[in-house]
């Protein structure tokens, strides 16, 4: 059987630490700027991890888990 390919969209959007979790950018940050604070979108800046709800689903995706 041929291996399963990674999924391209995931491979441009999530990062592997070498912890092994998995970094993602925060949402909400692309439109709609002005009604938000400067606090929030700067707190938006950061990268954070993806939930352990997720953490399968994207392994999945990313080509590193089954």
């Not at 999530?14 to 993602?24: E, M, Q």
């Amino acid at each position: 059987m041929p291996k399963m390919k990674t999924c391209s969209s995931a491979k441009k959007r999530f990062k592997v630490t070498p912890s092994g979790k998995i970094k993602r950018a925060q949402a909400f940050k692309n439109h709609i700027l002005t009604k938000k604070t400067t606090k929030q979108k700067r707190g938006l800046t950061k990268m954070t991890t993806v939930s352990t709800a997720d953490m399968s689903k994207v392994k999945i995706l990313l080509g590193i888990g089954k």
